[in-house]
């Protein structure tokens, strides 16, 4: 006896349904990470060189959505005017290194940069900083346009208004936000939060990291941070 054919319209839909069975499952999401800092705070300098760096090195960058988020510990008047905690210097390089965030959105692009000013602030040059141009290959004319127009101002007072909004307000700086914990004094642990929020394959370097939060003695970092109520001039 001849077997009964099937529905035209589920004929209809078995190409659909062997396309689900062998699409592939979704990419696990990027695990959010925000630095605030400010530029010429050494402790955030050393943090950016030394340490954040090393996640371009390693691998993790590939499982982290890292935002600079630079302005740290100033402060905005009733008038708008903006005040940086190590004076005029910091709160020009502050809205240069935003103006670069803004204009190359893709912390793989921007990242050199911020790397290069931060390095020449370790070692107290950062006179220098228009270097890092040609050091990095990124363009000159749009960063200063975005400085004289004002916009770099506006994006100060952006990066202002979101600093002091964090919940629990930020004690010093860097002040580094993980998946939207605050890591406080164990900032300098933040690969071993990354490592151990993100749900798809993990890089090579994050083998043994997921038990470092546990298993570290958390030392005080109050000698290498830039506390949010001292004003250094």
């Excluded at 004002?150 to 002040?175: D, I, K, M, S």
């Excluded at 090579?204 to 030392?219: D, P, R, S, V």
Aim: charged content about 20%; aromatic content about 10%; some cysteine.
């Amino acid at each position: 006896m001849a077997s009964t054919p099937p529905p035209p319209r589920l004929l209809r839909l078995l190409p659909f349904v062997v396309l689900l069975g062998l699409s592939p499952p979704c990419a696990a999401e990027r695990v959010p990470v925000s630095v605030y800092y400010e530029t010429l705070c050494p402790f955030c300098s050393a943090f950016v060189v030394n340490d954040l760096a090393r996640i371009f090195r390693d691998g993790v960058s590939s499982i982290a959505d890292l935002r600079l988020v630079p302005f740290g510990n100033g402060r905005v008047s009733a008038d708008g005017t903006i005040t940086c905690q190590h004076g005029e210097d910091e709160c020009r390089l502050n809205a240069i290194e935003a103006c670069v965030i803004r204009l190359w959105p893709n912390a793989e692009q921007h990242f050199p940069f911020i790397h290069c000013v931060e390095h020449l602030t370790l070692t107290r040059k950062w006179d220098a900083w228009q270097s890092c141009f040609q050091e990095t290959g990124l363009a000159y004319q749009p960063v200063i346009d975005c400085y004289n127009s004002g916009y770099g101002r506006q994006l100060l007072l952006q990066n202002a208004a979101e600093t002091n909004a964090l919940r629990p307000p930020h004690q010093f700086v860097p002040w580094v936000v993980v998946n939207g914990k605050p890591l406080g004094d164990d900032y300098m642990n933040f690969e071993a939060y990354i490592c151990s929020t993100y749900d798809g394959k993990l890089p090579e370097a994050c083998k043994g990291k997921h038990l470092a939060i546990a298993q570290e003695t958390k030392a005080s970092r109050g000698d290498k941070v830039c506390p949010a109520s001292k004003t250094i001039s």
